[in-house]
T-cell receptor, first 116, second 115 residues
Framework: EAQVTQNPRYLITVTGKKLTVTCSQN?????MSWYRQDPGLGLRQIYY???????DKGDVPEGYKVSRKEKRNFPLILESPSPNQTSLYFC???????????????FGPGTRLTVL | DQQVKQNSPSLSVQEGRISILNCDYT??????FLWYKKYPAEGPTFLIS?????DKNEDGRFTVFLNKSAKHLSLHIVPSQPGDSAVYFC??????????????FGKGTKLSVKP
């Protein structure tokens, strides 16, 4: 089954304790992205990756890191989490074609993070 | 500055009637528009899209209309069903550099369809 998986689905942690949220897709997609969803703010992009070893900042990258060492995985790293990073996080992936046709993004189920 | 705006945070509709969800955008470079649907505790799922070369795209009960001059698009659901109750996100993208750019999302509209 084609899917995007995220782990963990729920996490409660404390300020300053490094954490990683994993994301994996089995569709051989080149493009992967992380979003956060907050009440009244919708979905905002944190980081994205066009392909292996190619990453770039989205709209709200502060406090986050990513890596793309393999095509299928795109972990989100919070080196020193703070309470304002309490949010619902989504990973997404899509194929990227240079033909001008857009390829829809497939989203993971989400990770609800609480930073105390 | 919000490039994609969904000005109605919520909408309530009776089952069987039409639901109309609206979205406005400010960036004239956007050339591809999508609607995503999100249920609680799940990730968003793609619903329907439209290219800027069209003004209408239909898929079953879902139709998206695009008015480029007004920078406005709308999603029509006819007839509405209780299972359509979800948050709907409008998203837009611009083509540049040989590929489609990142999606810019609106804040979402929560649709409630009452039996």
């Amino acid at each position: 089954e084609a899917q995007v998986t995220q782990n963990p689905r729920y996490l409660i942690t404390v300020t300053g304790k490094k954490l990683t949220v994993t994301c994996s897709q089995n569709m051989n997609h080149e493009y992967m992205s992380w979003y956060r969803q907050d009440p009244g703010l919708g979905l905002r992009q944190i980081y994205y990756s066009m392909n292996v070893e190619v990453t770039d900042k989205g709209d709200v990258p502060e406090g986050y890191k990513v890596s793309r060492k393999e095509k299928r995985n795109f972990p989100l790293i919070l080196e020193s989490p703070s309470p304002n990073q309490t949010s619902l996080y989504f990973c997404a992936s899509s194929s990227r074609k240079g033909t001008g046709s857009y390829n829809e993004q497939f989203f993971g189920p989400g990770t609800r993070l609480t930073v105390l | 500055d919000q490039q994609v705006k969904q000005n109605s945070p919520s909408l309530s509709v009776q089952e069987g009637r039409i639901s109309i969800l609206n979205c406005d955008y400010t960036n004239s470079m956007f050339d591809y528009f999508l609607w995503y649907k999100k249920y609680p505790a799940e990730g968003p799922t793609f619903l329907i899209s439209i290219s800027s070369i069209k003004d209408k795209n239909e898929d079953g009960r879902f139709t998206v209309f695009l008015n480029k001059s007004a920078k406005h698009l709308s999603l029509h659901i006819v007839p509405s069903q209780p299972g359509d109750s979800a948050v709907y996100f409008c998203a837009a993208s611009a083509y540049y550099g040989g590929s489609q750019g990142n999606l810019i999302f609106g804040k979402g509209t929560k649709l409630s369809v009452k039996p």
